[in-house]
């Protein structure tokens, strides 16, 4: 029988010491990858079952708009969904002493967890700030404030992203149109959400030469000052190729203009998702081809985080034990080719 050399002995013992210690690592990770999966899995996400009874107070701006009525109403009904919440919704104020004096009241009440929609994110920081101290966690809705610590997580729609959506829309529909002119109607440009959407918008621009945006008018969110300004551009502007409107309300008036003008020889995009635009994409027998969602549902989702938080739960879909820190809407466009999935959605 012929002998091994010690080389070889040494060889063969280090190589099978080898294979074994890499085969011992490897069930080791493959153990601690089950283990992971395993917490993963029973990690406790919210769902539709009863569970722990959870008070939220609500506290949002004045309804004096379509979306912000709508706010209130996705936030209602959210929450009548679910046997386990209760909730506390203010009247609603656009004067920062009258909200902020609202909150203290739920503070005081000493409800589970807050969702404020402040009428001015920076003015009721401090607000924020006194409910977190004092073991409320704060659901910062849609209009943030000026420091993290005021809030456990913010959920708000994506106004860069509106403007950026809108952009490249109306840029693939004039991508082979020489020389094509866009003008825009903005909302309030003393508004940080304002100045987003146009930057947004003049972003996605960038990738279209062939597309020049000519004349641009703000407004303020209304029908009668949008009637008023795109009667303004219209009379400025004898010809040009698309319109992007930032808001469906102040669209209502901006459609009223455009039809007393009889001008059909452009396409408008508008802004937000209101029931009446979608109605008008549906029927197809105006210029009005799109609009660009900063969706109400917003505050139903705030409502559904609200209650995983107050019941310290997590979010069904997700691997984390906690809800995230911040959630960004999507502005998806909705055309006559999608407009009866998101139909449902639009506010009046």
Known sequence: MARTPATSRRALLFGTAAVSAGALLTACTSNETKDQELAADNAPVADDKPGKAVTI???????????????????????KKYSDVTLEITEGSNDTAAQIGQIQTLINKKVDVLVILPADGKALTQVGLQAMRAGIPVINLDRVFASPQAYRCWIGGDNYGMGLNAGHYIGEQLKDKKNAKVVELAGLDNLELTQQRTKGFD??????????KVARQAADFTVESGQAKMAQLLQAQSNFDALWNHDDDQGVGALRAIDQAGRDDFLMVGGAGAKSAMDAIKADNSVLKATVLYPPTMAASAIDLARALGQSK???GLAEFEIPSSLTLYSAVVTKDNVDQYLPTGFI
Do not use: C, E, M, T
């Open 57 to 79: 107070g609500f506290a949002g701006p004045q309804a004096d708009h379509g979306w912000l009525n709508a706010i209130n109403d996705n936030a209602k009904s959210r929450a």
């Open 203 to 212: 972003d996605a621009l960038k990738n279209y030469p062939n597309i020049k």
């Open 314 to 316: 997590g979010v069904g």
